[in-house]
């Protein structure tokens, strides 16, 4: 199995990254809208194109795991008692990121699978936030063990699902239209350029099959479980997609068969906006999402919780010390739970069982 420290081979950079500049990252809401990292160059935007993040320059810092101190993982607790009756435990994995071996290890510690990466939760309902691929070195191997892990869930009368993260859609990109170029609204762009800029990885490419393409084209954007509001993005933008969770996801598959490189990038543009749920007004935005498609309570990855808490560095950290994430960082009046942990910083790639204990 591939170690999941590293960060896999270096990608050789396509002649199409010329046209990008990397400014800092640019927050959706909040009063950094121009902050830079050391080396960054802001590049100019467009008048009018809408403030966020736009994935014609890199997303967060990519810090080397190498460099950085590993989070030591608490000893697994006892396992829930399965029911006899009715649905099993609820549980909800964080963004992975091609970091296949710290999934396999955080899935059995929470006694998801054995030994040998088998199922055996029973009727235990899993959910993936989506983002598996890109940054860590084995993306095919994660979608590959959840694929695999789905039919042996079913079998047993659990299920595991995964929704649409914007890596997925950013790989489906880099794949359909390569250096295709898109309107962008901020300079010249294309899937592969922004695919490679945001740590894509070769050998994924490499491996990348029909099958897996299917797979992740088929995926749902939002779902409701047990009260919960599922989706990847900490973004009010799934609100443009419809009013109705079967809406927003047939909207999504509509657009992605489609197969116009237009579209397909101005739902990943959409998908990569975050922060919407953090600082003044980011309760009011959970509750546009929750009395739009239902649900108490909204459970997210995409932004890891160190940014979302201000406590991370930067990639010239001398020190290179990871952060610290416990687990879900609960927030906005409550209504909000973030579950990507940072595994791309060293931090703890999350699986945890819903409700929280709080």
Aim: hydrophobic share 35%; aromatic share 8%.
């Amino acid at each position: 199995m591939t170690q999941g420290a590293g960060q896999g081979p270096e990608v050789e950079r396509t002649a199409t990254l010329r046209d990008f500049r990397v400014p800092g990252y640019v927050h959706e809401t909040g009063p950094y809208a121009q902050s830079t990292h050391p080396g960054d160059t802001v590049a100019p935007v467009e008048e009018g194109y809408p403030e966020g993040y736009t994935p014609t320059q890199r997303d967060l810092p990519v810090i080397n795991r190498g460099d950085t101190l590993r989070v030591p993982v608490e000893p697994a607790a006892a396992a829930a008692p399965q029911p006899v009756t009715g649905p099993g435990p609820l549980y909800v994995v964080g963004d992975v990121h091609g970091y296949l071996d710290e999934l396999v290890a955080a899935l059995q510690e929470k006694d998801l699978i054995d030994s040998e990466g088998q199922w055996c939760a029973g009727t235990t309902r899993l959910w993936f936030l989506g983002d598996f691929t890109d940054r860590g070195p084995d993306g095919i191997g994660v979608i590959e063990l959840v694929m695999r892990l789905s039919a042996e869930a079913a079998a047993a009368g659990g299920y595991c699902k995964a929704l649409m993260g914007n890596h997925e859609l950013l790989l489906l990109g880099a794949k359909r239209f390569g250096d295709t170029p898109v309107n962008s609204g901020a300079g010249t762009a294309t899937f592969q350029a922004a695919w490679l800029l945001n740590g894509g990885q070769k050998t994924d490419m490499d491996r990348l099959q029909d099958h897996h393409l299917q797979w992740m084209a088929r995926l749902d954007a939002v779902e409701e479980v047990d009260g919960y509001l599922l989706v990847h993005s900490d973004t009010t933008a799934y609100l443009d997609y419809g009013d109705s969770i079967e809406a927003v996801n047939d909207t999504v598959r509509e657009t992605i068969t489609r197969n116009d490189a237009d579209e397909v990038w101005d739902l990943f543009r959409k998908f990569t906006k975050r922060f919407s749920f953090r600082d003044e007004g980011g309760a009011d935005a959970v509750r546009s999402l929750l009395d739009m498609y239902g649900g108490t309570r909204i459970v997210h990855g995409h932004s890891p919780i160190p940014y979302l808490l201000g406590e991370v560095g930067s990639e010239d950290d001398e020190e290179g010390s990871g952060p610290l994430v416990e687990g879900p960082h609960v927030y906005a009046d409550g209504l909000a739970i973030a579950m990507d942990g940072g595994v791309t910083m060293a931090g703890k790639l999350l699986v945890q069982q819903l409700p929280l204990d709080i």
